[in-house]
């Protein structure tokens, strides 16, 4: 899927990094770390909780400094926390400038870099969250409130003179005029919950619940502190990126404003409003989207990012530019096969600097107005801690030419490092598991390609290999397939996969055809045809690997999440030769799918060439449950219980199906948890135990670390 709207499990990671809690009230230091393990013993389950990563990474205008949220898990809540941190672009005077109990986030330099913003979140005991604005004087190290808010801002930006905050915040609607009228209970009864009335397409959203009665819609306030005012409104959620013009008299941002959003969730534009409110105009007026706009320095051109809409289930996002007033749009990377994100215009307004996506490989790029594009930086990522996803996160300072980004290799998760704006070797400024790795044997990762049985198509993938490794030796094999079912895997840091190879598994990944970063028409072989020649890529996988010699062929194991678990599902419906099997996540019944997931209106426009009623035959062709009567595998279903993305009842179809036919199965529920069923540590562990456990009821190995 577009990354805009995105199938596959993807870690969301706060818009600021923070440090790992031992414990409610004190941090866990790098010693302490250290102290939890014996040199070379196994990565455990338990040790997810002493991961640290960092995230949203804001390089100081004079390149002296990096920001970042440090992130880490607190044992005792079971949950994330993130703190702002500060480090030297000469890798020294690393140190906390927020406290381990403040929820913090989304750290913004002021133009001249003398201040910072960032947001606070609290949360109570009925789970509403509410936020502030804090401001911190960068010579002093003094901090103050600017501003209490009913809900968490987003999208924080100074304005050019440093005199101004825009943000973005959900305001809540008016209560509608109730259908019917209840008699009031008698005092002291219990009549239960209130009756919810749903009268919208989407009115829930994974990872959100029920949607709230509201929108979110930008802000503006003095940098001084006072009351923030609000610049747009209506039934519309005005939440994409925000960008000052450099006068300061407008701000730029994206949003799909348009009355049948519900219905055409891709149709975003690129909109303008005055910084003191007013008529909100567009910019661009095309079929799909436009978003991430950001204006040049001398204020005469936007850049953006979109495609035009052909209902493809993929397709490129390019660079286009246009003149301020909306005029004169051109495509910019029109011969670059890869999806642009998150722009950024340099120094001298000729070119623009931004993020994509490269035969599993996020890199840095920068792209000259005459669509030349050039590689920077390498090895951007690590903020999915649980698969090896691409999702990392950069930021420029031009004056400087440095770029600070996210980094991660096969051995850790993201760290901060620095490139400057012309390339070259990037400087790792901090090793935040050095505490931890130091002491833990983790597997290695050997990429490499192989034909694809189908059609003799080239397809990439990677092999970890056990701590310890012997050639000579044979091991049981794991593979394990993304999600997406346009996503990408890659060399990154993977708890789960890491768990798996110390359990003694070689493990397997790949990106068959329909992944992303080797083009539109690698993407879209699978375009209406998902799943089904993805298979053979995935069995070719397993031969390429088998005929090294290294891995008992009566031994292998397959699980998969979200769209991997879609193909997880068909792969045990078209052969009997894994030993068992983990189907986490799935849709199993397309018709059933697209009619109670929480985005209806893209699966019948995108994968689908139209609604299920009318295309029954195609629904159920590409639907696993179809195949369910071929199934010998014992396989195990894992899924959320709030699971709004794939719903808990396509895993309990194929179940009961399996169970039918007595063919040994067995149903997962983790409660509490959404489509990311390992966003809690505990729900990490919890997964990757049951694989485990399933797996070595029929043969495989045994997690010997705890």
């Known amino acids: 899927m577009n990354r805009l709207i995105r199938f596959a499990a993807r870690r969301r990671v706060p818009a600021s990094a923070s440090f790992a809690l031992c414990s409610v009230i004190a941090l866990c230091s790098l010693d302490g770390l250290a102290a939890v393990s014996t040199p070379g013993k196994p990565f ?20 002296k400094h990096v920001v ?16 702002i941190w500060i480090v030297g672009t000469d890798g020294g005077g690393l140190h906390a400038l927020t406290p381990p109990d ?10 001249d870099g003398a201040r910072l913003i960032y947001a606070v979140t609290y949360e109570d005991k009925a789970g509403h969250k509410t936020g ?54 008698p005092k002291g009864a219990n009549w239960g919950p209130d009756i919810k009335v749903i009268d919208r397409l989407v ?20 940098a001084d502190g006072g009351t923030p005012q609000q610049l747009t409104d209506g039934d519309f959620d005005d939440d994409g990126s925000i960008a000052w013009t450099p006068d300061g008299m407008h701000l730029i941002f994206a949003a799909n404003r348009h009355d049948d959003a519900d219905y055409h969730p891709l149709n975003s534009e690129v909109y303008e409003v005055a910084a003191d409110g007013g008529a909100v105009r567009a910019l661009t007026d095309r079929e799909g989207p436009d978003h991430s706009a950001v204006v040049a320095p001398d204020g005469k051109h936007i850049a953006y990012v979109g495609f035009d809409d052909r209902k493809q289930g993929y397709q490129v996002t390019h660079l286009y530019v246009m003149d301020r007033d909306g005029t004169h749009a051109r495509l910019v990377t029109g011969d670059f096969d890869r999806d642009v994100q998150d722009p950024q215009w340099d120094n001298s307004g000729n070119g623009v600097y931004f993020q994509y996506d490269d035969e599993g490989i996020t890199r840095v790029g920068y792209a000259g107005l005459d669509g030349k594009v050039h590689a920077l930086a390498g090895d951007v990522g690590g903020l999915d801690l649980g698969r090896p996803y691409a999702a990392g996160q950069y930021s420029v300072a031009p004056q ?11 051995q850790h998760p993201a760290d901060i490092a620095v490139v400057g704006t012309r390339g070259g070797d990037a400087r790792r400024l901090t090793d935040l598991n050095a505490g931890l790795f130091a002491h833990i044997a983790l597997g290695t990762l050997e990429e490499f390609r192989f034909p694809s049985s189908f059609d003799q198509l080239s397809i990439e993938g990677w092999i970890l290999k056990p701590p310890g490794f012997d050639a000579k030796q044979s091991y049981p094999l794991l593979l394990e397939i993304h999600g997406g079912p346009f996503a990408n895997y890659g060399p990154r840091f993977s708890a789960e996969d890491q768990l798996y190879a110390a359990a003694g598994y070689v493990v397997l990944y ?5 992944s992303t970063s080797y083009g539109e028409k690698f993407g879209n072989l699978i375009h209406h045809d998902y799943p089904n020649h993805d298979y053979q890529d ?23 999440g979200s769209g991997g678990g879609v193909l997880t599902a068909w792969i045990v419906g078209h052969t009997d030769r894994f030993a068992a099997a983990v189907v986490a996540k799935p849709v199993i019944n397309w018709y059933s799918w697209v009619l109670t997931a929480d985005l209806p209106s893209f699966g019948t426009q995108y994968w689908f060439a139209g609604m299920p009623w009318d295309n029954q035959d195609d629904y159920m062709k590409r639907s696993p449950l179809t195949y369910a009567g071929n199934v010998k595998t014992p396989t195990m279903l894992m899924t959320g219980e709030v699971d709004y993305r794939t719903p808990s009842s396509d895993a309990e179809q194929f179940y009961e199906a399996l169970k039918l036919r007595k063919v040994p199965s067995v149903m997962i529920r983790v409660p509490d948890a959404s489509h990311e069923i390992s966003e809690k540590p505990s729900n990490m562990m919890a997964k990757v135990a049951y694989i485990l456990g399933w797996f070595e009821r029929y043969g495989g190995s045994k997690l010997s670390a705890p």
Do not use: C
Request: aromatic content about 10%; hydrophobic content about 40%; charged content about 25%.
């Open 44 to 63: 455990g389950l338990k040790q997810i909780f002493d991961l640290q990563w960092a995230a949203d990474p804001r390089i100081a205008p004079n390149g």
């Open 68 to 83: 970042f949220v440090r992130s880490g898990y607190d044992i005792m809540n079971d949950d994330d926390r993130h703190s």
């Open 102 to 111: 403040e929820v913090a986030a989304s750290p913004r330099f002021s133009p």
């Open 132 to 185: 502030e604005i804090r401001m911190r004087w960068m010579d002093s190290g003094d901090s103050a409130r600017l501003a209490s808010l009913a809900h968490p801002p987003r999208e924080l930006t100074f304005s050019p003179d440093g005199k101004r905050i825009a943000f973005a915040m959900f305001v809540d609607d008016a209560p509608d005029t109730p259908i019917a009228k209840m008699p009031a209970p």
């Open 203 to 222: 009115y829930r959203f994974d990872g959100r619940g029920y949607l709230a009665r509201g929108h979110t819609h930008l802000f503006a306030m003095t």
């Open 400 to 410: 400087v030419g440095m770029i600070a980004f996210t980094q991660t290799s096969a």
């Open 510 to 514: 790949i990106n068959p055809r329909g």
């Open 538 to 560: 995935l069995i070719s996988a397993v031969d390429a690997v088998i005929q090294r010699g290294y891995v008992d062929a009566k031994r292998l194991y397959v699980t998969g």
